[in-house]
């Protein structure tokens, strides 16, 4: 019995990634999700973090937003925000990271938006390092 499944992230004008996974880690709200071949289908929205994608490689991807349907061994991955950590400059990780910190410090943020933002800061500074 095979132990792949399909991987697929996608933005609004192309394809990010289309290959065979063993393991996939998503960053989602109820926590990092693990998915392996045969998972039981799942719809969820990412929060700030890293994809990462297990195969005799492993790639890394940075994500701050998005949505994740598994079904029939296929993982889709919709996302506007996907960046390979491979090619993720570290000038733009800090303007990045510059940009959240500030947004933290109004005083009109929601505590929602506060959440989010949080994580995206973790995650940034955790890429810089």
Do not use: C, W
């Amino acid at each position: 019995m095979s132990e792949i499944f399909t991987v697929e992230i996608i933005s609004p004008d192309q394809t990010i990634l289309k290959q065979e996974a063993h393991e996939v880690t998503i960053p989602s709200y109820e926590g990092q999700m693990g998915i392996l071949n045969n998972h039981i289908p799942l719809i969820t929205f990412l929060r700030p973090g890293i994809i990462t994608i297990k195969t005799n490689v492993e790639k890394k991807f940075y994500v701050e937003e998005g949505t994740v349907e598994f079904s029939n061994n296929n993982l889709l991955i919709l996302t506007s925000t996907a960046r390979d950590l491979a090619n993720f400059e570290k000038a733009s990780v800090n303007d990045l990271l510059k940009k959240a910190e500030s947004q933290l410090d109004k005083t009109d943020t929601t505590d929602k938006e506060r959440y989010v933002v949080s994580y995206k800061i973790d995650t940034l500074k955790e890429i810089s390092q």
